[in-house]
């Protein structure tokens, strides 16, 4: 099982070439994937977003949520902070959400190595 940034559902959603657009093709293909919510949010709010895969996006299992999500997002953003690194706050809620279910990211984004550092987000990195 995988989750996917939204850096890389958008090369996929372009047709881009990329080790990471082929591995979510392969994922979504063997049933693989899992909607990280705030990647959907990202994704939704393109403007442009044709309808028909803004449907397919919204079809895909999200992962849930766990009762204290808020509040471990914020802690972890606090922590990368203190270390005087940046976490935008889009990025803590897309990290926590793979953490706390140990669903690996798929990304191009490498602001998401210091979650990675700082506690344990499990990434497949492309260039």
């Given at each position: 099982m995988?989750?996917?940034?939204?850096?890389?559902?958008?090369?996929f959603l372009r047709?881009?070439?990329?080790?990471?657009v082929e591995?979510?093709?392969?994922?979504l293909y063997g049933h693989q994937t899992?909607?990280?919510?705030?990647?959907?949010t990202e994704l939704l709010s393109a403007?442009?977003?044709?309808?028909d895969a803004a449907a397919d996006l919204r079809r895909i299992p999200r992962i849930p949520l766990q009762l204290d999500y808020w509040e471990n997002a914020g802690l972890l953003r606090a922590r990368i902070l203190a270390r005087g690194r940046r976490a935008r706050?889009?990025?803590?809620l897309i990290a926590e959400t793979c953490i706390a279910e140990g669903i690996p990211l798929v990304t191009r984004d490498?602001?998401?190595a210091i979650f990675g550092e700082a506690a344990g987000l499990e990434l497949v990195l492309s260039p």
């Open positions: 995988i989750a996917a940034d939204t850096s890389t559902w958008v090369a047709q881009e070439p990329g080790d990471d591995l979510l093709a392969r994922a899992m909607m990280v919510p705030a990647v959907l403007i442009g977003l044709p309808q706050l889009g990025d803590a490498r602001d998401f």
